[in-house]
């Protein structure tokens, strides 16, 4: 069965980085998109990019380009998102999420279990 | 940059029918799909390319999209289907949600 396990809570300093893992069983890891989308508390679900992993190629919209590097390890079958210049508005949970294309009417068919990170000082 | 808009929140008796609208320009030109998001919990695909349903996904969950609007409905709306609901569609290979709406079951 398909599954994307995530690492753990996250907790840092304004201004630092963290890097968050999501590892894929039960599926051919190159052969869909894996995204990151986060939540913020109490609000909606926002998207931060994709990788292919095949490829390694990205696609992060304007408002993340610069903090956001989307990598993968196919050895491993693992995704990473890392944000740099932490904010306290970057305070959300993160999510990883695949898709089979990112055109057309292919959805986020499965979820990660999401990863809390708190920007506190 | 495109944008899709929900309302805040529907309200539904047990047994009834709830309506979830999706608006965005030109929507009908692109697939929409449906999300259920429960407290604490990832969101789960509901419904994809309009209409379709994934496996496991009950029968009363359905979808339409024409002109500007996406519409979710729940037939027989049961207390379980109380949640958070999401829009998502793509605009050139960037993934979009909608404002998402609450959906009570009264």
């Known amino acids: 069965q398909v599954q994307l396990v995530q690492s753990g809570a996250e907790v840092k300093k304004p201004g630092a980085s963290v890097k968050v893992s999501c590892k894929a069983s039960g599926y051919t890891f190159t052969a869909y998109y894996m995204h990151w989308v986060r939540q913020a508390p109490g609000q909606g679900l926002e998207w931060m990019g994709w990788?292919?992993?095949?490829?390694?190629?990205?696609n992060y919209p304007q408002k993340f380009q610069g903090r956001v590097t989307m990598t993968r390890d196919t050895s491993i079958n693992t995704a990473y998102m890392e944000l740099s210049r932490l904010r306290s508005d970057d305070t959300a949970v993160y999510y990883c999420?695949?898709?089979?294309?990112?055109?057309?009417?292919?959805?986020?068919?499965?979820w990660g279990q999401g990863t809390l990170v708190t920007v506190s000082s | 940059s495109y944008e899709l808009t929900q309302p805040p929140s529907v309200s539904v008796s047990p047994g009834q029918t709830a309506r979830i609208t999706c608006s965005g320009d030109?929507?009908?030109?692109?697939?929409a799909c449906w999300y259920q998001q429960r407290p604490g919990q990832s969101p789960i695909l509901v419904i994809y390319q309009d209409n379709k349903r994934p496996s496991g996904i009950p029968e009363r969950f359905s979808g339409s999209n024409s002109g500007n609007t996406a519409t979710l409905t729940i037939s027989g709306t049961q207390a379980t289907d109380e949640a958070d609901y999401y829009c998502?569609?793509?605009?050139?290979?960037?993934?979009?949600f909608g404002t998402g709406t609450r959906v009570t079951v009264l």
């Open positions: 030109k929507l009908g030109d692109k697939y």
């Open positions: 998502q569609a793509w605009d050139s290979y960037t993934g979009v």
């Open positions: 999420a695949r898709s089979l294309t990112v055109a057309g009417g292919d959805p986020f068919d499965y």
């Open positions: 990788i292919h992993p095949n490829s390694g190629g990205t």
